[in-house]
């Protein structure tokens, strides 16, 4: 009898773990702390991490990563596009197969301007209920898609449709090398025909904005386009600022947030193109770009790359080889990912901040300045950095 109830028992304890495990999750939201308060999620922070998966960020940081699913194209990705690029807001496009095929430049265009894009499946089912083949075909033929139009790989973000989930979809994901990513911030603007009231949106969305929040809005609603742009901006006077997925805790090597910078930029009185980027208020020079500037003065110096190694060298005294793209002007993106350099920069003792950005490495303007002999002196009047090299 006793070993009978054993076996009764530890049958039931693995059938419940297995009923728990098997279970689905629609993803749901209680706000009832308050006004701009953290929401209560299905699943905790701490359970969701087990499997690389987040419904929102850091709750004592005021950063937002905003998200947008791509079920389809009906006229107002565009202007949301021009919205984020005005405030160098970076964003994550959350891509289905309908959108990807009826609209590949506006793919292209998210990866262009700095936009991460992750998978949302390639036909949209409800993925908590679909079989393992299922599941793994749904987000790897969305990827190889991606790939082949774009010519791009997509991000290691991965929204389930309708926010449904279990577990099991969960560490399936994880093992597809995918981060799971949820919300904390959304309203029901899914629906065409039922769009919400742009007042209305806005101060319910106002009213569940909080530090770390993970934002979901949709492409296809024309109430998004309409009051993006004074969103964005009440919460940038509130001191948010905008950041990207991959800047969420527990991600390894975090980027900066690299912005266009908006300076204007002279060698001795002359006007100079430089790609730069302004990465916590300090402008960064493409390497390339000021070497190809400095070309003819005092301060010339030469670049060679072995790509054996991943060594660049900068050669004091020697003419730079143009190889094409240099000198191009200002960045036309919202934001860019800045990683430190993974690529010693030989000949350059004294240069301490080097970031890549879309390949290139970009340095401390005036770490390059001062390593070349050369001055900086900035014109808040006229926005523009003067930079003086000795002849």
């Known amino acids: 009898m006793k070993k009978w109830f054993r076996k009764w028992i530890c049958f039931t304890v693995l059938f419940g773990i297995f009923l728990t495990s098997a279970q689905a999750t629609d993803w749901g939201l209680w706000y009832g702390a308050g006004n701009n308060q953290p929401p209560r999620g299905e699943d905790t922070i701490q359970t969701l991490a087990q499997y690389s998966a987040y419904f929102m960020g850091d709750p004592k940081e005021k950063k937002i990563y905003l998200t947008f699913d791509c079920g389809y194209e009906n006229g107002n990705t565009a202007k949301i596009l021009d919205v984020l690029k005005k ?212 301060a010339a110096f030469g670049i060679s790359y072995d790509p054996t190694v991943q060594i660049v060298q900068i050669k004091s005294g020697e003419p730079y080889r143009m190889i094409g793209g240099e000198l191009n002007g200002p960045a036309n993106v919202t934001a860019m990912q800045a990683y430190p350099t993974t690529q010693p920069i030989e000949g350059a003792a004294h240069i301490k901040n080097v970031y890549q950005i879309d390949g290139a490495n970009y340095i401390q303007l005036r770490e390059l300045i001062a390593m070349v002999g050369g001055s900086i002196h900035y014109d808040a009047e006229t926005n523009t950095v003067q930079i003086q090299i000795q002849d």
């Open 87 to 298: 405030h160098h807001a970076p964003a994550t496009f959350f891509m289905v197969g309908d959108f990807l095929d009826t609209a590949p430049e506006l793919a292209q265009r998210m990866h262009a301007e700095g936009h991460l894009v992750g998978n949302h499946t390639t036909h949209h089912p409800n993925m908590s209920k679909v079989s393992t083949e299922r599941f793994d075909r749904e987000l790897k033929e969305l990827a190889a898609r991606y790939e082949q139009i774009t010519k791009h790989k997509l991000d290691p973000f991965y929204r389930p449709p309708e926010g449904s989930y279990t577990y099991g979809n969960l560490k399936r994901a994880q093992d597809l090398g995918y981060h799971t990513i949820l919300w904390s911030v959304a309203h029901a603007d899914w629906d065409t025909n039922r769009q919400p009231a742009p007042v209305a949106a806005i101060k319910q969305l106002n009213s569940r904005i909080h530090p770390g929040a993970i934002v979901l809005l949709h492409v296809v609603s024309s109430t998004n386009a309409v009051i993006l742009d004074d969103l964005l901006t009440n919460w940038e006077n509130q001191g948010y600022t905008f950041a990207y997925l991959t800047q969420l805790p527990r991600q390894t090597n975090p980027p900066q947030t690299a912005k266009p910078s908006s300076n204007i930029f002279k060698i001795n009185e002359k006007p100079v193109q430089f790609t730069a980027y302004s990465i916590g208020d300090t402008n960064y020079i493409k390497l390339r770009d000021a070497a190809a500037a400095l070309t003819g003065t005092a």
